[in-house]
């Protein structure tokens, strides 16, 4: 059996990982590879993202809190333990209806 020359492996509470601050959105990426990323955000009330696309698909899984997705012109609420998938190229925006946080994973195409 052979054995992994490193492997960096820890257990995290994900509502610990950003912190909310005031009139803020915070952001920590987790991981970054050429095959993807994964980033926590916190998003104080009234905060958001302007309407963007991106190149790769993506899920945002909600940890906390109530936020607004609005995904091809159709807007979505979602809520703890909430999850939506977006394709890449559709046209989105984010806006905390409360404070609330999310996982966003990106997966990039081989």
Do not use: C, W
Not at 68 to 97: N, W
């Amino acid at each position: 059996m052979t054995t992994p020359q490193s492997i960096h492996s820890t257990v995290e509470n994900a509502l610990g990982l950003v912190a909310y601050q005031p009139g803020a959105v915070v952001s920590r990426e987790l991981v970054k590879k050429r095959s993807g990323t994964v980033t926590v955000f916190a998003f104080d009330k009234d905060q958001g993202l302007s309407e963007h696309t991106a190149p790769f698909d993506a899920l945002v899984y909600v940890l906390d809190g109530l936020a607004e997705i609005t995904l091809g012109g159709e807007p979505r609420r979602l809520s703890k333990d909430d999850m939506l998938l977006m394709p890449a190229g559709v046209v989105h925006s984010v806006k905390a209806l409360k404070r609330f946080k999310m996982m966003l994973v990106m997966i990039r195409e081989a």
